[in-house]
């Protein structure tokens, strides 16, 4: 039998966790802006694609309609947040609250979307769900190209920079181990304290009670209601969830952005999504983080070197553009997926139970 200070050595998987936490908090003092600026794009898709992964993968219901909650997040924010200005000759609207008051709000309010559509989503099931959710986004798409007290209408609307505890998370210079700090530094940290809050609660989520009731809600809807899991109660929670994940999601993209435009929340960005949890892995966090990060990022490289790599042209000068061929690629990379690798890439990383 092996001494008991060799039973509690920590495994390397612990040691790995460690190490990315720490690359990951000195991360903002080595990259640039624009690097900076694609992680964050990275860990807010993250947080999205965690409540979609709760609602498709780990419930099964399909949703087309998760930008329109992200839009909802995103503009809620700047409207609770804003003040009564002009912009591009619009007049708009704005409560002026304090800004972390209009965050905590807003993912509220995409919440409350969620839940006013919940009762349709606790009784619809599959493809008649996914219809019904992609309406959303032509509504959403109608109101923010229409509604320009609030919205801005096409030129969309600017967004009030974060602050907290007196801290404010705009580009005024903050100089930190001779390291200058502007927006994209400071946010760093805010998105990842959200996304491992978020990453926690759904990883709770799934390992208990309600994680075992959505999977069998997946599996096989009538057994489970027969064993009494109130079905459309459920599916109405983690419609409810997974909304308030999105609306989080659109606060830190519209603080990232720092302008607000409709057509960003459209129906490529609601496929994008269910490429991210169909890429990295169906049902669970980590596997919603991975395709996150893939489909997040793989327009920032190729964008970065679009001069370098065949058959990419940079923005605007003919041939394939590198958000074309972006979604050449994870098109590609779904289909892969579909074939080769159903349980998504986090299959390529045996678990821990696997190991035993």
């Known amino acids: 039998m092996r ?26 003092f080595y990259l640039d802006r624009f690097w900076l600026q694609a992680g964050l794009f990275a860990m807010a898709a993250a947080i999205g694609a965690i409540g979609l992964n709760l609602l498709t993968g780990a419930t099964g219901q399909l949703s087309m309609g998760h930008a329109f909650f992200l839009a909802v997040g995103a503009y809620g924010y700047c409207v609770l947040a804003g003040g009564n200005e002009v912009e591009s000759g619009h007049q708009l609207t704005g409560f002026g609250l304090p800004t972390w008051l209009a965050a905590v709000l807003a993912v509220c309010l995409a919440g409350l979307a969620g839940g006013v559509f919940s009762p349709i989503a606790g009784r619809l099931r ?41 801290f404010d998370f705009d580009d005024a210079e903050l100089v930190v181990a001779a390291v200058p700090f502007q927006s994209m530094e400071k946010l760093w940290y805010v998105a990842l304290v959200a996304l491992l809050a978020c990453g926690l609660f759904a990883r709770g ?15 096989h809807r009538i057994a489970a209601g027969v064993m009494g899991v109130p079905v459309a109660r459920y599916r109405a929670a983690v419609f409810v969830l997974s909304s308030m994940y999105a609306g989080l999601a659109g606060v830190l993209l519209a603080l990232v952005f720092q302008r607000t435009v409709p057509e960003y929340f459209g129906m490529i960005l609601s496929l ?17 983080v991975v395709g996150a990060v893939f489909v997040s990022l793989l327009p920032q490289v190729l964008t970065r070197w679009s001069d370098a790599l065949p058959l990419v042209s940079a923005p605007g000068t003919g041939g394939v553009s590198p958000g074309e061929a972006s979604r050449y690629l994870y098109g590609a ?23 035993k």
Do not use: C
């Not at 989520?205 to 599996?219: E, F, I, K, T, W």
């Open 3 to 28: 001494p008991t200070w060799l039973r509690a050595r920590p495994r390397p998987r612990a040691y790995a966790w460690v190490a990315l936490s720490l690359l990951l908090l000195a991360l903002p």
């Open 205 to 219: 989520v799934l390992r208990g009670r309600p994680g075992r009731a959505m999977n069998a809600l997946r599996d």
């Open 333 to 355: 990379a779904v289909v892969a997926v579909v074939l080769f690798l159903p349980g998504g890439l986090t299959r390529l990383v045996p678990s821990s139970r696997e190991k």
């Open 126 to 166: 599959g493809a008649y769900l996914g219809i019904a959710t992609l309406a959303l986004i032509f509504v959403g798409q109608h109101v923010l190209f229409n509604a320009r007290d609030l919205t801005g209408g096409f030129n969309g609307r600017s967004v009030p920079p974060l602050s907290l505890f007196g």
């Open 272 to 288: 994008e999504y269910l490429a991210m949890i169909v890429i990295g892995g169906l049902g669970t966090v980590a596997g919603a």
